[in-house]
């Protein structure tokens, strides 16, 4: 294979080193955390090192190019042509001189386990997704990751898919960075004067039809991996929460049908009881109390690839253009229509704010902290009830959503 400038930082992992066809004898090897450059001695087949390349890396950072490896190949296979000893210097990786991106992520992770505290149960999807997304920078000195870099990375995210995932992402990231600059190993933190993507001025009010609804909760994947996410889905259309909050739940955490999440575990900091209907108990499976109700791949972890799962989901299901959340307001939505014979709502915002265990702004936020249970466990009955109305019909052929 010909080396070029492109394909030196994507080049897979292997035993047998790559070798280029313009310099005789010159070397890359590409190992699974490092790409080493070295002259190969033809008569003794020794290995000088020259140097390593890692992709990406910035001016000043000490990664030897192509052109440069060349250059000091063809240099040192003179002199051992010669019969001269090739020039004694000490070659260090770049990284030896303090952490990687890598290395500095997997030390945050250590440091947040044993603080413990808010957080701690959507830890594992944070930092898959930081370390996901800085794939391309995982081997650069974490003092040579730069502004520029995090702002590429952004762009990159909002480009493949939207602003929204792009500002999580540096949502994720910024408490890295906050603590890396906190423990010296960053001279500055530049996270927060990052400008975020934003998912745009117009607010999303995307709901699933009736139609749609019955052609997801009938879709029928065919991977573990795509059945979970499609179990979570379910779950988060019958029960009315969070993404995250839902992917992280554990079965120790749902008794005799009340599911509990500690404050530290919410967005809003409060807790949360609910009172779940048959219809999103459905979906929990069975295991222990510790492991969770919707795992991924890797044995105890949290499921994770939802952009991946969700582009499947529409796929088999002949749906499109919805996400995620836009199951959390399909149910509000729908409790929010529900009237008795007299068309009075038998939902008040309330109980739906309850349910979505919405802050309480303002002045009422130091007074009112009622649980609302029985209140919350009859609404998200009634929408169970309309629920399963729905999905008991046959599922239409084509889809054609209605609501955007």
Known sequence: MALNSQNIGTLPPRRAAYRDDKVLNLCLHVGVRRRRWFALDPRTKKEHTLGYYIHNAPQGSGSLGLAEARKKASETLLRLESGAPPVKQEVKHPSDTGLTVRQTIDAYEQYRLKKGGKGLKSLDHRLNTVRRNLADWLDLPMTLFAKSDLQKARDIIAGRTNGTMADRFQAYLSPILKWAWEEDKIAANFAPSVRKVGPGTVRRKRRL???????????????????????????????????????????????????????????????????????????????????????????????????????????????????????????????????DEDGLPLVSRDVISAIMNHAIDGADGHYLYGAMLRAKERALGLWAGKLAEIVEKQPPQKVVPLCK
């Not at 992917?247 to 509990?260: C, N, P, Q, S, Y």
């Open 209 to 339: 039809t009736d139609d749609e609804i019955r052609a997801v909760w009938h879709a029928k994947p065919e991977t573990a991996q795509l059945r979970t996410f499609h179990r979570l889905v379910k779950f988060l259309l019958a029960a009315a929460q969070r993404k995250m909050e839902g992917a992280t739940l554990k079965h120790g955490e749902v008794i005799d049908g009340r599911w509990i999440l500690a404050k530290e575990d919410t967005k809003s900091d409060r807790e949360h009881r609910l009172k779940l209907p048959q219809l999103a108990l459905d979906q929990l499976g069975e295991g222990t109390a510790g492991t969770f109700c919707f795992p991924g791949a890797r044995k105890g972890g949290v499921l994770g690839n939802f952009s991946q799962l969700l582009g499947q989901l529409h796929e088999i299901s002949g749906t499109s253009g919805w996400a995620l959340h836009d199951l959390r307001r399909t149910a509000t939505s729908a409790m929010q229509d529900m009237t």
